[in-house]
């Protein structure tokens, strides 16, 4: 079987969600260090004027070394209303944002008070979207130990799985002979080629997923079937 992994993402990008339905078992790494400007608490989405961030604020102060299941939300600040505005004024336009809209909506008027669990909460209605069957897990239900290499070892190892699905940026990163001489072998996963319809003007790549869903609805399945490359 194969395993990927990431950090919980806010409104993943294409590529997270490529790599999840690549995967045989995907594992949220919910436990691993918190870090800023990253797309844990943010998402691109192209609007009128072009690509653009919607991040979700979170209170940072004295959080060096936290785990990203342990960051609350700044929830003095109605971040909720601003994003769901910016994602109607920018799609109520496109194809399929009707069919998802309330969905979306029920989980924005709810309050969350960690960061953690809003983003499994859009993971979910994504992997319903799109009908995605592949299991995931919390690498903090897992009691890994270690950092880095040695972690993801211990996934492949209390997850049955025989292959490490890992993004074309780590190829110089990840050994993979390190991995065989444990029995494991590591694939690396292209970047993402998914051409679609969009709109406002010229096309941008690896958007939030959203962006996608929106505008091809369905369809999203057999793009992303399309573009299942892996690297040797």
Known sequence: MKLAAHQPCYLPAISFVRKLCLADIFVVADDYQFTTNHQINRTRIKTSEGPSWLTVPVLTKGSRGTAINRIRLNNRIDWREKHLRTLFVNYTYAAYFEQYDHDLNAIYRRRWDHLVDLNLALLDFIVAAIGIKTRIVLSSELDLTGCGNDKLRQMLQRL?????????????????????????????????????????????????????????????????????GLLQ
Do not use: M, W
């Not at 003007?201 to 369809?219: C, H, K, Q, R, V």
């Open 160 to 228: 049955d799985c025989a292959v490490y699905l890992a993004g074309s940026e780590f190829h110089n990163h990840l050994r993979a002979d390190d991995y065989s001489r444990n029995g494991f072998k590591v694939e690396f996963v292209d970047d993402v080629k998914i051409k679609y319809h969009q709109q406002f003007g010229a096309f941008i790549n690896n958007l939030s997923f959203i962006d996608l869903l929106f505008n091809e609805g369905p369809d999203c399945v057999n793009l992303l079937q399309q573009s299942t």
